[in-house]
């Protein structure tokens, strides 16, 4: 008895908690006439990819969608780039007193600012020096966003490792960066990797900062996208839905290649 | 005498001086921003402040929102971790399916529950007509009363996971030793988990609940999407009252002081929350 109510409580939070998400992904699929049907149709309605092909033949949908691969995927780049070797540095160095600790504490601090308080004084910044509506001046918020996390994770990660392999090739006579590179690097590939997925989805799904730093449709990223068009089109819930589920995959896929680090990552590296 | 450099420093000083660029000074920026106006320096409007009850609505709705909503999470993130911890089968199936929610973009949350709320055309009023129910009152996110509420649900269901996820961690972390200790003497679930689960879990609670609050203080997106703080003024909170006066009406002095208030405030409150955890 108490065995069969454990799992109808589990059934229900599972349908609760996907049953908006399969609700998206039907009405991307359903004709105007199926969407507004009065008993809800869940499971008979005949599909249609009309709403897909709808988007795609849009010319900024797909302008949307390269954007924010491009600001993703280079706001990663940049903040492991910069933030591996901080993380080495702080790991494997002898510091002073408690000065690792409190350069990573900072550096954490940064991660913890508000988005609007930085995004006025950002504004004001990119559009004196007229990175407003570009890319880059996305990316650079971005880097800004992620790289306290990758410091702060990669730095456990580093931790983590045995520290003699690296003193042993040391005496052999290899440089720090040698070190780093060569066999520190390698070691540490599944957290970095799992690192660089955390960033892309925080770059993929950020919004406020390219809704203010993006406003012409040519820099617009997938988010902001769907935003206006929410607003301009309150109507079209087949194109809106169907943005919706482009939208979502790419997350999914980044997910579920580093699930392993979940609580890790979203910890900020607290539990591991 | 001379102090040697710490030799680490060079592998560190790339990444400070990026964030220092990124964030040190676009924070004297700002206050510089709010204390200046067209004439020269002024305290104008951090003296507006005090005097808005605008700003002083959607400090008290942020709040409530955040307060509402992490008393939510919690107790249903708590709830789920400790009843799926105690399933025989399909732990790995459950915890999966519970995960999905905070991995989209919040921006598509809302979409999706837009979709949802909808008075007319919304699935949710649609299944309670089919249960026979009367939904023509039922407005959700455009009502007046109901908005709030509306809003804080779309968090909850969203965010749950965060909580559930931090403490199954943190109850697979817990020893077996306590809890064998505790069958031994005879203690029941209850008393178990009041006396020795929770204790030991406490600060992953801790940890979870500064994360998830220093998120919920800065909402923005979920209601931006769903109600544009509306209607009236029912769901606005600080973020989007900011946004607004600095993006909409070009006031950046205002802006400018709310949001270097609104950073003083919550530092504080994160402080004392981080000295709770390393004291515990």
Redesign the interface.
């Known amino acids: 008895m108490k065995?069969i109510l454990?799992?109808t409580?589990?059934l229900l939070?599972?349908a609760?908690?996907?049953a908006?998400?399969y609700?998206?992904i039907t009405?991307s699929l359903k004709t105007e006439i199926d969407?507004?049907a009065?008993?809800?149709l869940w499971f008979h309605f005949t599909p249609t990819l009309r709403h897909y092909e709808g988007i795609f033949a849009h010319d900024a949908f797909g302008r949307y969608f390269l954007n924010s691969l491009i600001v993703s995927t280079c706001s990663t780049l940049i903040a492991l780039a910069?933030?591996l070797?901080?993380a080495?540095?702080?790991a494997?160095?002898?510091?002073?007193g408690d000065?690792?600790n409190g350069?990573s504490f900072w550096?954490l601090s940064?991660r913890?600012?508000?988005?609007?308080?930085?995004i006025?004084?950002?504004?004001?910044?990119l559009r004196e020096v007229r990175l407003l509506n570009t890319l880059a001046g996305l990316i650079?918020?971005d880097?800004?966003l992620n790289?306290?996390f990758v410091?702060w994770m990669m730095r456990g990660f580093v931790e983590d490792l045995p520290r003699e392999i690296e003193e042993a090739a040391m005496l052999d006579g290899e440089s720090r960066l040698g070190v780093l590179l060569r066999i520190v690097l390698p070691l540490v590939r599944p957290g970095l990797a799992a690192t660089a997925v955390f960033c892309l989805?925080v770059a993929?799904?950020e919004?406020?900062f390219a809704?203010?730093l993006s406003q012409t449709e040519s820099a617009m990223t997938?988010?902001v996208g769907?935003?206006s068009h929410?607003t301009q089109y309150e109507i079209q819930?087949g194109a809106?839905?169907a943005a919706?589920v482009v939208?979502?995959l790419p997350?999914?896929i980044f997910?579920s290649a580093a699930?392993r680090y979940?609580?890790r990552g979203?910890?900020?590296g607290?539990?591991k | 005498m001379t102090r040697r450099v710490p030799p680490g420093l060079i592998w560190v000083a790339p990444a400070m001086v990026v964030l220092a660029a990124l964030s040190i000074y676009p924070l004297l920026y700002l206050v510089k921003v709010s204390i200046s106006d067209a004439r020269g320096f002024t305290l104008a409007h951090y003296a507006r402040l005090f005097q808005d009850r605008l700003f002083m609505v959607a400090a008290g709705q942020t709040l409530l929102y955040a307060l509402a909503a992490l008393a939510l999470e919690f107790f249903f993130g708590l709830a789920l971790a400790l009843l799926v911890d105690s399933l025989a089968h399909g732990r790995a199936l459950v915890r999966v399916s519970l995960l999905a929610p905070m991995l989209l973009p919040p921006v598509v949350a809302a979409v999706i529950w837009r979709l949802i709320y909808n008075p007319e055309f919304g699935v949710l009023n649609g299944m309670l007509r089919q249960l026979g129910f009367h939904t023509q009152s039922l407005t959700w996110t455009s009502g007046r009363n109901s908005a709030m509420l509306s809003v804080i649900l779309v968090d909850v269901w969203q965010w749950t996971p965060f909580m559930f996820l931090l403490l199954t961690a943190g109850l697979q972390a817990i020893p077996s030793e306590p809890l064998e200790a505790a069958r031994v003497d005879g203690a029941g679930y209850w008393r178990t988990l009041r006396d020795v689960v929770l204790p030991l879990l406490k600060p992953t609670i801790l940890l979870a609940l500064l994360l998830r609050s220093m998120d919920l203080l800065r909402i923005f997106d979920q209601i931006f999407i769903l109600t544009q703080g509306g209607p009236g003024s029912a769901t606005e909170t600080v973020s989007l009252y900011i946004y607004r006066t600095a993006f909409r009406f070009s006031n950046f002095g205002y802006a400018a002081a709310m949001s270097f208030v609104g950073l003083v405030i919550t530092t504080l409150a994160a402080r004392s929350l981080m000295r709770l955890i390393k004291t515990s």
């Open positions: 065995t454990k799992y409580a589990a939070a599972m609760f908690a996907l908006p998400i609700w998206l009405i969407q507004f009065s008993p809800p910069l933030g070797p901080a080495y540095g702080l494997r160095f002898h510091w002073p000065w690792a350069i550096i940064n913890m600012l508000p988005p609007i308080v930085t006025i004084p950002m504004f004001l910044m650079l918020v880097v800004a790289l306290p410091v989805i993929w799904n919004f406020l809704l203010i997938l988010p769907i935003a929410v819930w809106m839905s919706g939208a979502i997350v999914l997910a699930q979940f609580v979203l910890s900020l607290a539990i």
